[in-house]
């Protein structure tokens, strides 16, 4: 198992690939992709039993769902990091024929990705049906789905949060990107979603908060939360984290969620990250 210094690590570099990838189509969105970095290494570093030899029915193992497919550079940046294949590839972001398009897709057959995911709202109801599918066919393996905080705007989800804590799904583990911004704003001045942990716990979840920018508050975090309960309802996990963590001047602002840096932001941001696994 790696320590939390390896993963934090990892995720460092990760946030390096995601600039770069970014920078090199002039498209794409950095700002969500570096807050969640740290998120998906811990679940594929740790916490998920997966397998990059990848079959696509994902029987016997941890299933995950990226609903905000916007995000797909850290995505993909982390499925090469951890061996579905090579790292080289992520030089082809977005180009013209590319399997590593700006919103993840099935028929370019990448390893790792079950669903596409360029509309938002629908990764919950996926998710839900693969739980029950598990459940059925006595697979004893989570499924996980990450959203955007602002994309629980979408009436969608809340059938599905529904549907999941109906049917008892307690292989269900939510996570939603709680870092307050979407791309017109702030959720409050778009559209405020209220207390999120009231209204999770009022259709029957499991509600817990997580910090997602602290390796060891995380970890931390996710161990109790994935702790088997009893209770027969699905998880969420509320977490944490600030949009364009790792690079000061993205931190916080909704304008990189789906702005490219420039050269010299590209500069400026890739001396605030250590390349720790050699860039590709």
């Known amino acids: 198992m790696k320590s939390n210094a390896e993963l934090a690590s990892i995720a460092t570099q990760i946030r390096r690939d995601i600039i770069r990838m970014v920078h090199g189509c002039q498209s794409g969105h950095p700002g969500a992709s570096l807050g969640c970095a740290d998120l998906l290494v811990a679940l594929y ?22 609903s905000n497919g916007h ?18 590839e992520l030089a082809t972001f977005r180009r013209l024929n590319s399997r590593l398009q700006g919103h993840p897709t099935t028929h370019e057959g990448l390893p790792g990705v079950r ?18 599918g598990k459940r059925m066919s006595s697979d004893s393996k989570r499924v996980f789905v990450l959203t955007g905080d602002g994309e629980l705007q979408e009436g969608q989800n809340w059938e599905a949060i529904m549907f999941a804590a109906h049917y008892r799904l307690d292989n269900m583990v939510a ?13 409050d001045n778009v559209m405020s979603l209220g207390d999120l942990e009231a209204k999770w716990s009022a259709f029957g979840w499991e509600t817990y908060r ?10 931390a975090g996710l161990e109790k ?14 977490l944490h984290t600030e949009m364009g ?13 789906g702005s490219a840096p420039n050269d010299a932001q590209c500069t400026a941001a890739l001396a605030q990250l250590e390349e720790t696994l050699g860039d590709y």
């Open 175 to 187: 996570i939603v990107d709680w870092n307050g911004q979407q791309i017109d704003g702030s959720n």
């Open 225 to 238: 939360a994935l702790e088997h309960s009893g209770k027969q309802k699905p998880k969420v996990i509320l």
């Open 245 to 257: 963590y790792g690079v000061d001047f993205m931190m916080g602002s909704h304008k990189w969620h």
């Open 71 to 88: 995000i797909s550079p850290l995505w993909y940046a982390t499925l090469a990091r951890f061996g579905y294949f090579d790292v080289k």
């Open 45 to 66: 570093g740790r916490f998920m039993k997966h397998n990059p030899s990848f079959n696509m029915s994902g029987k016997d193992e941890d299933v995950f769902f990226l």
């Open 210 to 219: 997580v910090e997602g920018n602290d390796m060891d508050k995380l970890t």
């Open 115 to 132: 669903i596409a995911s360029g509309s938002l709202g629908q990764g919950l109801s996926v998710g839900c049906g693969v739980a029950l």
